[in-house]
């Protein structure tokens, strides 16, 4: 069980365009998702928080218009890189959850973007 | 605010030995978890072993175990036998209230065959 799907597992994408990446939970629902960015070699930055039918919190020094992200249902969220710029080329990994009656959370195998 | 430290860049141990992973977090809140996660090539996020912060008794998942310190806010993980297969990054992160995860800079464990 507490399954999360990352689509796509990676993509390249010419600058000036949109990307858009989705994170189902597959067996459970999920109140709340959580994106995250990874540059090479490093940690796991949290980007925003997202909650199933509000607006997502972003944490400070992230643009909310270049990232856009939706949680239209209790197991879709997407976060929808806009205008996408060479610096926004690194690796998105989300997570969801938890499932009711545990915690922490499952994470999704990750997206890594490319924009050239 | 939390945050995670972890002061172990890098990590090796022997094939079939014992190596132990330091971490260091510093809460405010009563109420948080703890996590070790583990990120092998593929970059997938495994979890190998979590700890309620009220609960005492250290968590114990197979070969791997923590050492969790509460008032000195220290969470380790040893990974006993090791296996080429545990040779990866590990973070370790805390949450509170089930809220979002916040992650340390990692630990990359190689396994000397």
């Known amino acids: 069980g507490a399954v999360v799907s990352q689509h796509p597992s990676w993509v390249i994408c010419k600058s000036g365009t949109s990307v858009k990446i989705e994170c189902r939970s597959l067996?459970?629902?999920?109140?709340?998702m959580f994106w995250y960015r990874q540059f090479p070699k490093q940690s796991l930055m949290l980007m925003a928080t997202?909650?199933?039918?509000?607006?997502?919190?972003?944490e400070q020094g992230v643009e909310k218009d270049k990232f856009l992200i939706n949680h239209a249902s209790l197991t879709l969220s997407t976060l929808t890189v806009t205008s996408a710029h060479p610096e926004d080329s690194s690796f998105y990994i989300c997570?969801?959850?938890?499932?009711?009656?545990?915690?922490?959370?499952?994470f999704g195998s990750g997206t890594r973007l490319t924009v050239v | 605010a939390q945050t995670v430290t972890q002061s172990q860049p890098e990590m090796s141990v022997q094939e079939a030995e014992t190596v132990t992973l330091s971490c260091t977090y510093d809460t405010s809140e009563s109420d948080y978890y703890l996590f070790w996660y583990k990120q092998p090539p593929s970059r997938q996020m495994i979890l190998v072993i979590r700890?309620?912060?009220?609960?005492?008794q250290n968590a114990t998942e197979n070969r791997f175990s923590v050492n969790f310190q509460k008032a000195a806010k220290s969470f380790s993980l040893k990974i006993s036998d090791s296996q080429l297969g545990d040779a990866a990054m590990y973070f370790c992160a805390s949450s509170y209230n089930n809220n979002d995860m916040r992650f340390g800079a990692g630990t990359r464990l190689t396994v000397k065959p």
């Open positions: 067996d459970f629902q999920a109140t709340t």
């Open positions: 700890q309620e912060a009220y609960k005492q």
């Open positions: 997202s909650n199933e039918g509000s607006k997502a919190t972003y």
């Open positions: 997570s969801a959850g938890p499932p009711t009656g545990t915690y922490g959370y499952t």
